[in-house]
């Protein structure tokens, strides 16, 4: 007799965007000649640059011809992405990272939870709260997090670091050591949800933490392209040791507008091993088993960001987001807000008024001003009361929502 995953029967209602857009389908339904203004997912709304809609017609070109033509390539990804990201990725900040440590995949977010394959199911896990709810809800579902307590809103196998406003929403390193400490240490920075950077030497404080306890640090830094500050790090592995606990992950979503294309890439030194087994190797024996590469056609249009014209097409899309992100910094605080992020990231964080919860603020945003966020108390229980809203939205909408914020109705 089939047995089903009984953890998946643990995770509580349903995924934190997939409830946003119920919502909004409804009141969209009930409500058909309503105006709606979307700042809620981080979907990018741009066009892909020239650049890479040239590489998509050259592949397309290639793919046609018999000469040219490709089926499948190396599961890892073609070495002229590789050695591209290795170079001006890293090279070009100072950082020894090998075309061999980096493997191309089709998103951060399948990438993030997919890393889970590679850890026994005994492994302790840490994460920033808030957090980005894909870290959670995968552990959730291979039983790393135990059970869900609905009165608290954790998972009582889950090591919560909690980020506030004392810490500025950077959370600090727990006062746990040796057998007590996390196996395993989600980070993302620049953070989503909260649109918070980290210094380097609360960077360091966590590659030393790391290195210090056996744990491994899994770095998101889908964000990187929108740190402006040259004193904040664009990588891990910036930090001396981290090449020998840390794996980095990277997407071409939110910096080259791939959220429809999807190409994203994980970064795992030959020199990080647990136990004495390299990950490098586990996570390739994962790669071809499970994956058979992202397709040629998309890694020609990655490549395309690495050019002196497409770096210039992808670093005006970035600037662009960058503006509504202070656009609506901005304009919360003139409104008398507490804000948090739109500088050097997309995203926006503030706390809701007159008590309101995270899911009352969006309502109201939703049926008073017809504009769409993303609740906080989605991110983990550090986010109740608290709300974002992203940077990816349209210039003219992104006006006109702070407009409607700002005078408390449509505009």
Known sequence: MARINENFLKL????????????????????????????????????????AISALHKGVDEMSRAETFRGYGPEQGYAFLR???????????????????????????????????????????????????????????AGRAGNYDAATGKWDRLIYVPGNEDNG???DVPDLKGADAPDLIYLCFPNNPTGTVATRAQLKAWVDYALENGSVILFDAAY???????????????????????????SFSKNAGFTGLRCSYTVIPRSLKVGGVSLNSLWNRRHNTKFNG????????????YTEEGEKETRALVDYYLENAKIIRTGLEKAGF???????????????????????????????????????????????????????GSRENTLRAVERIKKGKLV
């Open 294 to 305: 992202t397709p040629y056609i998309v890694q020609l249009a990655a490549d395309s960001v």
């Open 169 to 171: 929403f950077v959370p």
């Open 224 to 250: 990187e392209a929108y740190i402006t500050d040259p004193e904040i790090p664009h990588s891990i592995f910036e930090i001396p040791g981290a090449e020998n606990c840390s794996i980095e992950f990277r």
């Open 83 to 141: 050695e591209s990201i290795a170079k001006r990725d890293y090279g070009d900040r100072g950082i020894k990272i090998e075309p061999d440590d980096i493997f191309i995949g089709d998103g951060a977010k399948s990438d993030t939870g997919n890393i889970g394959d590679i850890f026994g199911l005994d492994n302790k896990v840490a994460v920033c709260d808030p957090v980005y709810p894909v870290y959670i809800d995968t552990n959730a579902m």
């Open 338 to 392: 507490s804000v948090w992020g739109g500088v050097n990231s997309p995203y926006v964080w503030l706390k809701t008024i007159d008590g309101m919860s995270s899911w009352e603020f969006f309502d109201y945003l939703l049926t008073k001003l017809n504009i769409v966020g993303t609740p906080g108390s989605g991110f983990g229980p550090s986010g109740a009361g608290y709300f974002r809203l992203t940077g990816f």
């Open 12 to 51: 509580p209602g349903s995924y934190l965007f997939s409830e946003v857009a119920k919502r909004r389908k409804a009141y969209v339904e009930a409500h058909p000649e309503a105006q709606l203004i979307s700042l809620g997912i981080g979907d990018v709304t741009l066009p892909l640059t020239p650049s």
